[in-house]
């Protein structure tokens, strides 16, 4: 008996710890989405008080809207070049800190720089740096090479996407260590008297080991794909020719500028599904028990 009442208290102090989480949720990402399914409904001009319902005429304009699939078109685009970039890059950046023995740290808190720069400040940067005139380009003369970097649509996203890896590196990096270090040096201890090669301690033991850390970032990854905004707004507009547009600068431009809030709510909605459902298979399908 004394067993399960201990449960049922360990219960109610796991409620009261993670109560204030589910209230930030409900007030700040629950209330707004209902909002926002609420006003998809209606024609509101943001300005005035008066809202007409119009039933679901904002999702039939949605789906024939060219610029909505272009934006899905630009967002999976977006994810083939950013996703296996980041992954790639973070898990190098974070088995070569594994490897050092004095100054992790400070290592690991460098990486963690770009994490923290405001998004305004870097797009402005690097919109310098990769300009036709910038220093990347004027590097790039010197050996008779010169990228449009954002000047041309077919490779437009991906520069955007490798900004954007930069940004993230870091943050996914510090995922990926932690994973990392939760191996315990046993298994290594085994593998290496059993003859296994660095390459094939890797594949063997540490690629399956981190599975957790990897399908976070993978569905960390996979949201942030759908809500690219910073770097687009600040660098190309969503040019050149629609190339970068995002949902995220269609859903701005609806709502603030053409102050059209019910089709932008809807736009707002669909996105907000879709990536919950992307999400999901994702985490589905990758998401694996890891047994040390």
């Given at each position: 008996m004394s067993f399960f009442k201990q449960g049922k208290q360990s219960d109610r102090i796991g409620y009261w710890l993670v109560a204030p989480y589910l209230l930030f949720t409900a007030v700040l990402w629950v209330y707004p989405f209902l909002w926002g399914l609420v006003i998809s409904t209606k024609k509101w001009n943001i300005i005035s008080p008066h809202k007409e319902f119009i039933g679901l005429e904002n999702f039939v304009r949605l789906f024939q809207d060219p610029l909505f699939w272009i934006s899905i078109k630009n967002t999976f685009y977006f994810m083939v070049v950013f996703i296996p970039l980041a992954i790639v890059s973070s898990f190098t950046v974070a088995w070569l800190l594994n490897r050092i023995k004095f100054l992790q740290a400070f290592f690991a808190t460098g990486y963690l720089m770009s994490y923290v720069s405001a998004g305004v400040a870097y797009s402005v940067v690097f919109r310098l740096l990769f300009s036709g005139d910038g220093l990347i380009n004027t590097w790039l003369a010197q050996i008779g090479v010169t990228i449009p970097w954002f000047s041309d649509p077919r490779i437009a996203m991906a520069s955007i996407a490798l900004i954007v890896v930069w940004k993230f590196l870091g943050y996914y990096a510090l995922i990926f260590l932690a994973g990392l270090q939760a191996i315990p040096r046993s298994m290594y201890e085994s593998a290496e008297i059993d003859g296994a090669s660095q390459w094939t301690q890797l594949r063997r033991i540490t690629i399956p080991l981190v599975n957790s850390s990897f399908t976070i970032i993978l569905v960390f990854a996979t949201m942030l794909s759908f809500n690219v905004f910073t770097?687009?707004?600040?660098?190309?507009?969503?040019?050149?020719?629609?190339?970068?547009?995002?949902?995220?600068?269609?859903?701005?431009?609806?709502?603030?500028?053409?102050?059209?809030?019910?089709?932008g709510s809807s736009f707002a909605v669909t996105i907000a599904a879709l990536s919950?459902?992307?999400?999901?298979?994702?985490?589905?399908?990758?998401?694996?028990?890891?047994?040390?």
């Open positions: 770097e687009v707004y600040l660098i190309t507009g969503g040019g050149p020719l629609d190339s970068t547009q995002t949902p995220m600068t269609q859903i701005y431009y609806h709502t603030f500028e053409a102050l059209q809030a019910g089709y919950f459902a992307f999400v999901l298979v994702v985490k589905k399908s990758v998401e694996r028990e890891v047994v040390y």
